[in-house]
């Protein structure tokens, strides 16, 4: 069956504008996460959906970060004004429940490059 | 297991040897743990799985040992592939208290021909 999908896979942008990344969840899965993963690092939380519940953004490092999902299944992440250090592949996963046992299933990821 | 530094750790193993790749974790309290393995372009990829209750857990060609009275983990590869070569993360979440995944570093093996 189709894996989580990531669009696009790879974004330039100039320092200073906003950028949208969108993640298509696996069909059926209830919980959509948001990582971060610079340059030969592991993976950063960034924001994580669960059901109708309210998003856990704790790991979103500004206010310059915010995602919503709508409908249940489909997510946007938006960078508004976006630096340099933005830099980075962000991977969304689905599970088909949250935090209670089931692994996660990850996308490619978008590679960002802000230039 | 928080991901720190800028240089993964690094392993090279003969084609068709054994590796083990090692984890330690930073909360005592998780409970849940899982190996995945990440190749170049790609998103991670979940390999295998553990629980606190148990110290150990087998797979095909792949085994994952939990050692919690010293907050260690470890994933073993049996008769590595070329394939096999990626990076390695492992990952802990407490899930009683539904915690978010922390990943590790990560290290990145390397199957020598």
């Known amino acids: 069956g189709a894996g989580v999908s990531q669009s696009p896979s790879n974004k330039v942008t100039e320092k200073g504008k906003d950028v949208e990344l969108r993640c298509d969840p696996i069909?059926?899965?209830?919980?959509l996460y948001w990582y971060r993963q610079s340059l030969g690092q592991g993976l950063e939380f960034l924001i994580y959906?669960?059901?109708?519940?309210?998003?856990?953004k704790s790991g979103l490092p500004s206010d310059r970060f915010s995602a919503e999902r709508t409908g249940g299944s489909v997510s946007t992440l938006t960078i508004q004004r976006t630096q340099q250090e933005d830099s980075a592949v962000y991977l969304c996963?689905?599970?088909?429940?949250?935090?209670?046992?089931?692994?996660?299933?990850f996308g490619n990821g978008t590679r960002l490059t802000v230039t | 297991g928080e991901s720190v530094g800028l240089h993964l750790p690094t392993l090279s193993v003969q084609e068709g040897d054994n590796s083990i790749i090692n984890c330690a974790y930073s909360n005592s309290a998780s409970d849940y743990f899982i190996w995945y393995k990440q190749e170049s372009g790609k998103g991670p990829q979940f390999i295998i799985d553990i629980r606190s209750n148990m110290d150990k857990r087998q797979g095909q060609r792949v085994t994952v040992l939990l050692n919690k009275t010293v907050k260690h983990l470890s994933l073993q590869i049996a008769a590595t592939q070329p394939g096999d070569s990626a990076v390695y993360f492992c990952?802990?979440?407490?899930?009683?208290?539904?915690?978010?995944?922390?990943f590790g570093q990560g290290t990145r093996l390397t199957i020598n021909p």
């Open positions: 959906f669960q059901g109708n519940s309210a998003p856990d």
């Open positions: 990952a802990e979440t407490n899930l009683q208290g539904a915690q978010k995944l922390v």
């Open positions: 069909s059926g899965h209830t919980a």
């Open positions: 996963a689905s599970s088909l429940e949250g935090f209670s046992g089931s692994p996660l299933h």
